[in-house]
């Protein structure tokens, strides 16, 4: 089993609306969440880290996390054609010795 | 653009050449990673180094060698590639501190073509 899972699409959507991106994890050590947004011929860029269980809200981006379920999302409102890109979720441990796990990514279009 | 800058953002070699990518972090950071991005595959850690000293080595081949003369600066050495290692290598880097994780900071890549 992957220790991250991440469907990865491709996802498209028109603009305006609400989209949700999820992963899946297996190790219940993690504990920091994060989302990673890339476009193309670019670098992944930090969008939200969240840390432990619950809810984490950033503009039209909220992150939320289930550790019973080891279950990760990110929902974007009023999509944007701009939010067009391949999304990647990553989990860390607890210590900063740990690594990052990142999963596959899922690439997400938003239709005009 | 991010703190993170990367050299030559596209590379086209053979298999007998030798090359080096450059990464230089403007962050202040006191780690530095390599990573490889295949499509459609998980990003693959290949190297950390933590002020300047190797702490990880995910059995990458010894045609990849890493240099890290200091925190800000890291090479990747590339010798008789193969094509399946064609790919995009991205540079990160983070502000390691105990009791917090490392939020990574990438540069933009290096596009690797191997003929």
């Known amino acids: 089993q992957k220790e991250v899972e991440q469907d990865p699409g491709p996802l498209s959507v028109p603009e305006g609306a609400i989209v949700s991106l999820n992963c899946t994890y297996s190790n219940s050590a993690f504990q920091y969440f994060m989302w990673y947004r890339q476009y193309s011929r670019k670098g992944p860029e930090l969008l939200m880290y969240t840390y432990s269980s619950g809810n984490k809200e950033d503009g039209r981006f909220t992150a939320q996390v289930d550790k019973s379920s080891k279950y990760i999302s990110l929902f974007i409102r009023d999509s944007q054609p701009s939010d067009s890109a391949t999304y990647l979720c990553?989990?860390?441990?607890?210590?900063?010795?740990?690594?990052?796990?990142f999963g596959s990514g899922t690439r997400l279009s938003i239709r005009p | 653009e991010t703190g993170v800058t990367q050299t030559p953002r596209h590379l086209v070699m053979g298999m007998t050449n030798k090359k080096s990518l450059k990464c230089e972090q403007h962050l202040g950071h006191n780690a530095m990673y390599w990573y490889k991005q295949s499509a459609k595959k998980p990003l693959e850690l290949m190297f950390v180094y933590n002020f300047k000293e190797q702490t990880e080595n995910n059995s990458v081949p010894s045609r990849f060698s890493p240099e890290c003369p200091n925190s800000s600066h890291l090479f990747l050495h590339l010798h008789t590639l193969q094509p399946e290692d064609s790919a995009l290598y991205l540079c990160?880097?983070?502000?390691?501190?105990?009791?917090?994780?490392?939020?990574?900071?990438f540069g933009p890549g290096t596009r690797l073509t191997v003929l």
């Open positions: 990160a880097s983070s502000q390691l501190r105990d009791g917090s994780t490392d939020t990574q900071y």
């Open positions: 990553a989990i860390g441990g607890y210590s900063s010795a740990s690594k990052i796990i």
